[in-house]
């Protein structure tokens, strides 16, 4: 009896953990479905292009026009042929994308900050502050087309840089004596004046709402802000189901993000709606607009991630459940600090890099690289390429999103289940050497059903990151900092975002396809694969259970 500390028994906590270890999982999901938009990001880019910029006419088209009376528009971009028209389409979906990457790459650097916020005050607060910024984000954005908007937005980046110059001056001159020197007490009102002066000329002279302004302010919007609110927000539901499951880590971690990958599909559909109102963000851009999908987006995000968050909290100081037999035992609890200091860090960062790498690179072009693909098909075809046609091979496009989000998802849970079982350095191999395979193939693919069975692989797989480096994380360096150990490991995430974009739009500009990038990325995931069987020997393989 001795062997029992009479503490360790409290009659109530049982019956607390089986009904808010739930209620902590339906929040779990509840965020994730909203985060998951990120991976719906390639929807925007064909509409924003026809909204931001003057249309591009052939000269051909431009004089068919004339001959029927009517004149193209004022502003319209006239160039040689169809092969130049892709090309400035191209290069103005390219800047676009930079949005996708400083989401990312914002997603990922917050996660940081947001991990170690979350390990201090709970997750219910870490997840509400996410919601918030997700909303004003999109809400910016959605405001886009008017003037007012850009202005707001000068006036409050000249606010923050002079709230950094004030604080800097406060630091430089906090032990001069005011009364001796009364300069010193006079120079910040000099330094408001001249911010307001030179903000207000600035402001005069540069901004407007034009396409220059509006790709900046989406870099700002739907790019670092909504970014900075995702890696507020996502962070909190993995960390704290894998403290009320740690017997089932690697299945918990991959529930916990499956969401993400449904609700990508969700915001993806096309034909889906209730009462007549599309619930797909391309129904709904095509019967409202991109701006009304932003505004209408910023308002779900805010209800949504905030009841969520509601349902988030840490468990009781002692465990739930004791683990099941077999199951990988936590590792010892290291600080950020110390776990910056292993070898085995940077094997797990480089790791999730070169898988991130691969998804990302596909996500974020996925829609106009199928459309791309099939368009090309049915030239090779000899079939005569309508605006009908031509929408249609787009639409299609579209619809691969949709089959790449619910496989992500598909495959998070699958992947975590499965290294539960076998081990994460078996399922980590597994994983990158068939995501680095159909890379190799993927610019081959150009029917409907290869192009939907690629996109499924692709997220398959990629989904498995999600599930796998949560739960390896834990087993190497522990569950206690989990949130602020995973946001060093999640640093990859965002810097792979960003190569991944500028190495695909890299190689389509350099040689007119994306097999290069793709080849780059396949081979980095077969060099993960292997560097998985290095750490295998730091990880302990589970047992089956029985």
């Not at 809400?139 to 002079?162: D, E, P």
């Amino acid at each position: 009896m001795s062997a029992v500390a009479p503490a360790a028994f409290h009659p109530a906590a049982p019956a607390v953990s089986r009904t808010a270890r739930y209620q902590v999982l339906v929040g779990a999901l509840l965020i994730q479905l909203i985060l998951g938009t990120i991976y719906g990001y390639s929807i925007f880019w064909e509409p924003l292009d026809k909204s931001i910029w003057p249309p591009v006419l052939t000269q051909a088209q431009a004089q068919a026009l004339a001959a029927r009376g009517t004149p193209a528009a004022a502003d319209a971009v006239i160039v040689a042929d169809e092969a130049a028209a892709r090309r400035v389409a191209n290069e103005r979906q390219g800047y676009l994308k930079y949005s996708f990457s400083i989401c990312v790459l914002a997603f990922a650097l917050t996660m940081i900050f947001a991990g170690r916020l979350q390990d201090i005050i709970g997750p219910r607060y870490t997840a509400l502050i996410g919601g918030v910024l997700l909303a004003l984000g999109f809400l910016i954005s959605g405001q886009m087309h008017h003037q007012i908007t850009f202005l707001i937005c000068h006036a409050l980046l000249v606010s923050a840089a002079v709230l950094v110059l004030l604080l800097g001056l406060h630091a430089l001159t906090a032990r001069v004596d005011r009364a001796r020197y009364p300069i010193v007490q006079y120079l910040p009102h000099a330094v408001v004046t001249l911010a307001v002066v030179c903000g207000v000329l600035l402001g005069q002279e540069y901004v407007s709402h034009g396409p220059r302004d509006k790709v900046f302010l989406l870099w700002g919007t739907i790019g670092l802000i909504a970014g900075a609110g995702i890696g507020f927000a996502y962070v909190c539901p993995i960390a704290a189901l894998v403290k009320w499951f740690p017997q089932y880590k690697g299945l918990m971690a991959g529930i916990a993000v499956a969401g993400f990958g449904f609700g990508a599909y969700i915001f993806s559909l096309p034909g889906l709606s209730l009462y007549g109102v599309p619930l797909g963000a391309a129904g709904f851009i095509k019967a409202y607009g991109i701006t009304a999908l932003f505004s209408v987006h910023a308002l779900i995000c805010l209800l949504a991630v905030g009841l969520g968050a509601a349902l988030l909290r840490n468990p009781p100081a002692q465990a739930p459940a004791a683990p099941r037999a077999g199951a990988v035992a936590g590792g010892t609890d290291l600080t950020w600090q110390e776990t910056l200091r292993t070898g085995r860090f940077y094997l797990v960062w480089f790791m999730y890099f070169t898988g991130a790498m691969a998804g990302l690179m596909v996500i974020g072009i996925l829609k106009p690289f199928a459309g791309a693909q099939l368009t090309a098909a049915a030239e090779r075809a000899g079939l005569a390429l309508t605006a009908a046609l031509q929408d249609n091979l787009m639409a299609e496009g579209a619809k691969a999103v949709g089959i790449l989000a619910i496989f992500n998802a598909i495959g998070r849970i699958f992947w975590g289940l499965l290294s539960d079982r076998i081990g994460r350095t078996p399922a980590m191999i597994l994983m990158f050497v068939l995501q680095g395979a159909t890379l190799l193939v993927l610019t081959a693919l150009d029917t409907r059903w290869l192009l939907a069975a690629g996109a499924a692989a692709v997220g398959f797989n990629y989904g498995g990151l999600f599930a796998l480096f949560p739960s390896l994380t834990a087993d190497l360096f522990g569950s206690k900092n989990l949130g602020a150990n995973y946001g060093w490991v999640f640093t990859s995430y965002g810097i792979a975002g960003v190569v991944g974009i500028w190495a695909g739009n890299l190689a389509r500009a350099k040689t007119g396809s994306y097999f290069a990038a793709f080849a780059l990325a396949a081979g980095l995931c077969f060099v993960s694969a292997v560097l998985a069987v290095v750490l295998g020997r730091a990880v302990k393989k589970p047992r089956a259970a029985g």
